[in-house]
C-alpha cells in the first residue's frame, strides 16, 4: 500500500440548495473541502494510506471538519488543533449563462497560523511515497509558505516524489509576497508540475509564448522535474464544458480522451480528482493510462455533488472504456 | 436615481420541490411573484427607486408577501390591505416533453377588488420616470381594469413614459368584457409595447398576416407609440428553448443575440426580466444595447429559481459580452 | 371499463436527494414500486380497473406499500399480508458519465414466500381483460415462479388476454432454477411479448443472430403469441439517452418515433411505462398508434421522479403529437 | 364489517414546518384534511368500510386530495368532480403562549356547490349503518346545508344511525342564514350529538345555564335523541392541555379518563379522532368502553402531525390500559 | 408615529437544524440577526419607524443581511458597505441537560471597522424619539465604542431618549479597552438602563450586595438615568425556563408577571424581544403596562424560532391578558 | 490512552423526520447504529482508543456505515467485508402515549455469518484493557454466539476487564438457541454486568424476587464478577421519563442522582450511553464518580438525536454538577 502526504487547508463550504441564488438561500449544504485533501480523499478511496497534514480550531466545527476527514479514509494524525478560524467560502452553484461564485471568507484561520516547527517531520514523513501540495497553501501566509517549503525540502531529503499544483490564486497572495518570491523554491523540489501558462507565468513572473515555451522553460530550468500536465476546459456554459488533458515527459506526450459533459453537477473539485488519478496513475501504471485516469476521474467529479468524488477504481476504469452511463443493477 | 412605478397583482407562488408533479408534491416551495411587482423587483436590484401599486388581504400571508416586495427594495408604500384572498398559483416545474403546468387560484383576491379612488395619484407619480403595466390587470376585474385605466391616464397627464407588456391571456377576462374593449384605450397612452402577433390580435380584435404587419398597424393607429418588442422562443422541449428579440421604432429594427437554454431551471418570470432590461435600457443607453440586455435579462432568469431575477447589472453585462459561464471567486 | 390484472412484488425504493451518492447520502427519499405494479398504477391513471396481486409484511410498512397502491388507483384486495420481509432497493441517480446504481435488498421477502393456493383465481379474474406479468416474479423464488405460472394458466383458461414483460435479470434466478426451465411455459400463455435479443436467449438458452432471428423463433414456437415489443436505447449518458420502440406481429411491423432526451430526471420505471402504454394501445386502438402511445408513455417517464408516469392520457396524447414542452396555464 | 358513510368538505392543509410563523415560511407542508373525512379516515384505519361525499376541483389538486382519501382506505366513489376551488386552510402550528393560528381560504370551493340532486342516495346508503356530518358543512352554503338536510333525511328514512359533531364556526354562515334555521332540523334525525353549551346556544338560539341544561333540553326537545357527548379541554398553553370528555344518555352517564398532554405534537384532528372512537365505540362496544374510546383516540392523535390519527385500535387500546409510553421493538 | 434608532451589529447565524449538535449537522438553517436589529425588527412590526445604524461588506451575503432587515421593516438607509467580513455565528440548540451553544466568528467585520465619522449624524437623527443601543457594540472595536458614544452624544445633545442594553459579554472586550474604561461614559447619556447585577459590576469596575445596591448607586450616579430594568430567568433546564422581569424608577417598582415556559423553541433574542416591549411601553403606556409588554414579548419570542419575535402587538396583549394558547381560526 | 474493544452488529437506522408515523413517512433520516458501537464512539468522543469488530456487506451501504465508524473515531481494521445484507432497523420517533417504535429488518446480515476463526486474536487484544460486549451478539445467531464466547475467552486470557450489556432481547435468539444455553458462559468471564431483575432471570432461566436477589445470586455464581449496575426508568410518556441508576460492589452500593427528562429528543442509545460512562469511570475514576458519570452521559443522550451522545467529557461533567441548560456562548 503506497503512503501520500497531503497538505493545505480544509474549509467549510456552504452553499444553497440546487440553483438558489445567494439572496434567495434560507439554508446552507455543509461540505468540508480543500484543494489538496479533496485530492488525498479520492487517493484514500482508491486504497492508498493518505496522511494530511493542516490545522483546526479546537471548538466544534474544527472537530466535525477533522471527523470528515476520519470519515474520508484519511489518517488525521497530524490534523492539530490551534487558534484561528475555521476558514469558511460559500458556493453559489451556477447554471447556464450563470457562473457558479465563490465568496471566500478564509482569513485569519487555525490553518494560515500554522507553525511548520512543530511538525514531527520524522514520523509524517515515515514509508511515504508521495507529497502533494498546492500553490494555494505558499499564498496564504507567510508560515504556511514556510510551512510547504519544509514539506518540500524533507521530501527531497528523504527521496520522495512531490507533485505540486500550481494553481495561482490571484484574490490570495495579500501577505507581502508575491507568488514569483516563494514558488521557485518550491518548485526546484517538484517532480510532478500540474499547470497551466498562466500559472507558470504568474509563479515565475514571466512571459510564455505558449504552454510549449512555458513547459521548455520549465523542463530546462528545474532539473528534477518530470512531469508537466496541464487540462484544457471549454467552458460553453455554466452547465456544459468540454475537457481534456495532456502529460508531457521530457521526451513524450501523452493525450487524454475528450470528455464533454452536460449538464454538469458540481464544477468544484474536478481538478482535484484530476490530480488525484495523475498520481495514483503515476505511482501504478503508465504515462497514457495515468493521463486516462486523471482526466477519467476529472470527468466523473463533475456529476457529483460537494468537493471530493466518492467513486472507486473501478468505476473510473469503466469511465476509461467508455462503458459508463448505464444503469447497474 | 430614476423611478418606476408598476402596478399589478402580486401572487403567493407554490411548487413541488424540484421535478415533482402535483400528485407526488407533499410540500409547496413558496414564493411571492407577479409578472408587473416582478419588472419592479429586478429594476429595484439595478438601484431604480420602484414604487408597486397593489392591493392584499390584512392577514399575515397578505403581510408576507408586502414583506418580501420590501426585501426585494420594492417601496411598499402604495401595497394597500383590503379584503378578499390572496391571489394564488400552484406551478409544476416540467423537464423534458413534459411541460411546466400552472393551476391559477386567483379569483376574488384582493387586488381585483382595489378601487383606482382610493389610491393618492399625486403622491404615487411624484417624481416619477416610467410607468410599467400588463395586459394582466385589465383582465382581472372591472376594478382593475379601472385602475389600470387611470393610471395610464395619469401618467399621460403627467409626461411619465408608459410600458405595456400586452401579455394576452385567455383564461382571463372572465368578468365581463372582451380585451379588445379595454386595451385599446391603455394602449394609446403606452410608448412602449411588448407583444407578439397573437396578443396584438387579440387586444384589437383584428387579425394581421404577421408581426410586421401588426406593428406597422400599431405604429399608424397609436400615435404616442415608440417602441414596439417582441421575443422569440423556440421550445425544443421544457429544458431546452432558443430565444432571441427585437425591438422595433417607426423608423428601425434591433435584433439582440440568440441565446440557446439547456437545462433550464425557471422558466417563469424570463419576460419580466425581459421587460425590466428593456425598460432599464431605455432609460440609460441606446436602443441596441437596450434589446441586448433585455433579451441577456431574460436569458439569465432561466438559471434562477422563482419570479424574480436577482442579478445585478454587472452580471447582465457578462451575459451580454458572452464571457459567463466560469466559476467567480 | 376495461379490467386489468398485475401480479408481481411491489418494493420499498430508498435514495439520496437529487445526485448524491450512496457515501454521501443523509436522508433517503421514498417511493414504493414494482415494475407490474408500475404498469398496473400507469394504467390506472388512465381510466382502467387496475387489480394488483402480491404479498406484503404485516407491519406499517408492510401496510404503507398497500396504502400506496390504493393512492395510485389501484385495487388492492389481492395484496395480502404475509410473513416476511418487504424487498427493497437503494437507488444511486446517476448524471453524466455515472450511470445509475440500485442495491437490492429483496431476499426472503413476503411476496417470494406468497403460495398460489391462498389467492381465489375465480374472484381475481371476474371481468377481467388483461394479465400482465414480467421476468421478475418467477426469478423470484420457486413459490412466486408457480404462482406467475398459476395466473398465466388461469388467463389462458379464461380466455384473458396475456402480456409479459420477458425483462432477464442476471443477478436473480438464484434459487435453483435456470429462466429457461421455466420461462418457456410462461411464454406458451402469452400473446404479447416485450422482449430483445437478449431476453430471449436466456430465457429459451437459445443464441440468435438478432432480434429479428428470435422473434421469428419466437412466433414459430409460440403459437398464440401475437406481438413482440422491443425498445431501443442509446445511452449517450447517464443523462442523455436516444430511444425508440416497434413493435411486430406475424405480417406486419410498426416503428415508433425516435425521443432525445436530455437531462433525463429519472430512468427508473420508463419500461414500465412503456408497457402500460403498449397495453393501453393494444386494448384500444391500433397498432401504430400502440407503438407510439407506448414510447410516448416511456418517454414521458423520464421527466418524473420516482417509479410511476403520473400522467393523463391527454398529456400521452401531446407528447405523441409532438406539441409538449411548452408551459400550461 | 360495518360501512359508515361521511360527508363534508376536504381541504388543502399549508403548514410552515416545525414551529415557523407565516412571516418566517419558506416552505408549507401539504396535508388534506377536513372534520369529517379525518373521521372517516380513523374508522377505515380501523376496518370500517368508508365511503366520503365530497366534491373537489377536477384538477390535479382535486385529484391528489381524492388520491390521498384512497391511501387513507375510504372509498371515494362518491367524490365528485365539480367547478371550483379546493379549499385550503393555512395552519401555524402554535407552542407555549403562542395559539395555532388558521387562515380559512375556502370560499367558493367545489363543495360549496356540490348540488344533492346529483347525488344517487339509494347507492350511497346501500348496506350503510352509520351517518356522520358535523356543523360545517350545512354552514357553508345554502347548497351544502341541503346536501347535508338530504342526507340524514335518508338516513332517517332507512334507518340509518346519525352522529353530528356541532361544531358551531362563527367565521362561517356567511350565506344568509343562521345557524339557528338550519341546525335544529338536522338535529331531528341526529341520535348522537358532540357539542357543548356553546355549540347547543348557538345551534338553537337560546341560553343555557349550563351543558347539563343544554342537554336536558335536546334530550326534551329531539326524541330520536339518544347521546350526548362533550369534551373538556383545559389550555394551559398551545403546548400543553389536559383533556377528558363525557358520553351521556337519558339515563346515564359516561365519564373518561383526564389525558394530560405535553409537548402536544397537533392540535388539529383531536376532535375528529375523538369522533371517530366514540363512533366505532358505540357500533361495537359498551357506553363506558366507547367514551374511554373516544377520548384515548382523541388523546392519541395529539403526538400525530397531520389531520388524520394514523393509529391502530391495538394502539388505542393500549393508550386506554394505559400501558403506553414505551418503546416497542 | 414614533421613530426609533437602533445601532449594532448584524450576523448571519448559521444553525443546524432540530435539536442536531454540530458534529451531526449536514445544514445550516440560515437567519440574520443581532442584538439591537433585533429590537427595531420587533419595534418595527408594532409600527414603528425604525432606522438601523451599521456595515455591511459589499458581497451578496452582505446584501442579503440588508434585504432581510428591509423585509422586517427597518430603513436601512444608514446600513453602510464597507470592506470586511460578515459576523457570523452558529446556534446548536440545546434540550434537557444540554443547554445550547453559541460559537462566534465575528472578528474582523464590516461592522467592527465602520468610522464614526462617515455617518450623517443629523440625518439619522431627524425627527427621532428614541435611541437604542447595548453594550456588544462598544465590547467590538475601538471604532465601534467611538460610533456607540457618539450615537449616545448626538441623542443627548437632540434630546432623544436613550436605552441601554448592559449585556456584559466576557469573551468580548479583546480590542484592549476594558468595560469599565468606556461604558461609563455611555450610561451617562442613558435614560433607561437594562441590566442585572453583574452587568453593572463589570461596567463599573465595582462590587455590589445585590441588585438593589447596584440600582441606587446608578440611580445616584448618573442623574439623567429613568429606569432601570431586569429580568430574571430560573433555567430548570434548556427546554425549561421560568421568567420574569421587575422595572424601577427613582421612586417605584414595577413588578410583571411570571411566565413557566417548556419546552423552548428558541432561547436566542427573547431579551431584543424584552427590550422591544420594554421601549414600546415606555413610548406609549404606563410603567406596569411597560414592564408587561416587555415579559409578555420575551416570553412569547421562546416560541419563534430564529432572532426576530414576529408578532403583533394584538399576540403581545393577548399574552398580557392570559388568554393566549388557544387556537386561532 | 486506554483502549476498548467493542464488538457487534451496526445496523442502518432509518427514521421519519419529527414526528411523523411510518405510515406518513416520505423520507427517512438516516443513522447508523447498533448497541456495542455506539458504546465504543461514545468513549472515542472521550479519548479512548477503540477497535470495533463487526462485519458489513461489500456494497456502497456498507462502506458508508464503516467511514460513519471512523467519522465517531473508531478503528476499523477489524470491520470486515462479507457476504450477507446491512441490518436495518426502522424508528418511528414516539410522543406523549405514543412510544417509539422499532421494525427490526435484521436477519441475513453480514454480521450474522462472521466467522470467528477469521479474526487475527492477538492483534486485535494487543494493549487491550477492556471488552465490551452486550447480550445482543449472542443472540443473532450461533456464528456470533461463537464470535462473542471467543472474544470473552480471549479477553480472559489476557487479562483484559470484560464487560457485559445482558440486553436480554425476546424477539431475538431465534436461531435455535435459548439465553439461558449460551449466557451463562459469557458471564463468566464478565467482571462488569449491566442488566435488570428480567435480564438475569431470562439468561439464566431462574426466578428471582427482586433485583438484589439476583444481583446477590450473580456475586455468588460467578466468581470474577466485581460489579453490577441497573438502571430505572419511570415511563410517564414517550415524552417524559424520570431515570436513575445504582452501581453494586460485592460489599458496596452507590447510588446516582435521578434526572426527569421532558421533551425527550430521542430515546435510542441512552443505554449505551449510560455503559460507555460506567466503562470510562471504572477506567478512571472512583465507582460513585463513575456511575454518576454513566447516568448523565445516559440523560444527556436523551437530548441527542440519533444513536450516539456526540458529547465531550466536560459537558458530562457539567451535567453531572447540575450546571447545565444555560447558553454557552
Known amino acids: 500500500m503506497k503512503k501520500v502526504i497531503t497538505l493545505g487547508e480544509v474549509m467549510l463550504r456552504l452553499s444553497p440548495p440546487a440553483h438558489?441564488?445567494?439572496?434567495q438561500a434560507q439554508s446552507f449544504e455543509i461540505e468540508f473541502g480543500g484543494s489538496e485533501a479533496n485530492v488525498g480523499a479520492n487517493l484514500a478511496a482508491w486504497g492508498i494510506?493518505?496522511?494530511h497534514l493542516s490545522a483546526f480550531p479546537p471548538h466544534e466545527l474544527g472537530q466535525a471538519a477533522i471527523a470528515k476527514l476520519r470519515q474520508l479514509g484519511i489518517d488525521t494524525r497530524f490534523c492539530y488543533l490551534r487558534d484561528g478560524r475555521l476558514g469558511t467560502y460559500f458556493?453559489?452553484?451556477?447554471a447556464l449563462d450563470r457562473g457558479s461564485k465563490i465568496i471566500y471568507d478564509r482569513e485569519h484561520s487555525s490553518f494560515s497560523k500554522l507553525d511548520p516547527d512543530i511538525v514531527d517531520w520524522e514520523e509524517l514523513f515515515e514509508?511515504?511515497?508521495?507529497?502533494?501540495w498546492s500553490g494555494i497553501s505558499p499564498a496564504i501566509s507567510e508560515s504556511t509558505a514556510r510551512l510547504t517549503l519544509r514539506a518540500v525540502t524533507e521530501a527531497q531529503k528523504k527521496g520522495v516524489k512531490v507533485s505540486g499544483d500550481l494553481n495561482y490564486r490571484s484574490n490570495l497572495w495579500s501577505y507581502g509576497k508575491a507568488a514569483h518570491e516563494i514558488m521557485p523554491e518550491l518548485l526546484k523540489a517538484t517532480q510532478v508540475m500540474i499547470a497551466g501558462k498562466r500559472d507558470f507565468e504568474q509563479c515565475l513572473n514571466l512571459g510564455f509564448k505558449d504552454f510549449e515555451?512555458?513547459?521548455?522553460?520549465?523542463?530546462?530550468?528545474f532539473d528534477q522535474l518530470e512531469w508537466i500536465s496541464q487540462t484544457h476546459r471549454v467552458t460553453h456554459s455554466a452547465s456544459h464544458n468540454t475537457i481534456s488533458a495532456e502529460l508531457h515527459s521530457r521526451d513524450n506526450s501523452f493525450?487524454?480522451?475528450?470528455?464533454?459533459?452536460?449538464?454538469i453537477v458540481d464544477r468544484v473539485g474536478t481538478g482535484d480528482a484530476f490530480a488525484a488519478g495523475l498520481i495514483y496513475g503515476l505511482l501504478h501504471t503508465t504515462p497514457q493510462e495515468s493521463i486516462e485516469m486523471?482526466?477519467?476521474?476529472?470527468?466523473?467529479?463533475?456529476?457529483?455533488?460537494?468537493?471530493?468524488?466518492h467513486a472507486s477504481l473501478e468505476e473510473i476504469r469503466e469511465v476509461m472504456a467508455g462503458v459508463s452511463g448505464r444503469i447497474k443493477r
Do not use: I
Not at 91 to 94: F, I, N, V
Open 213 to 221: 515555451d512555458a513547459a521548455s522553460y520549465a523542463f530546462e530550468k
Open 91 to 94: 458556493l453559489e452553484k451556477g
Open 255 to 263: 493525450q487524454s480522451k475528450s470528455y464533454d459533459l452536460t449538464p
Open 20 to 23: 438558489q441564488r445567494f439572496l
Open 294 to 309: 486523471a482526466m477519467a476521474a476529472g470527468a466523473l467529479k463533475h456529476s457529483v455533488p460537494g468537493d471530493q468524488l
Open 127 to 132: 514509508n511515504a511515497d508521495w507529497l502533494h
Open 49 to 51: 494510506s493518505v496522511q
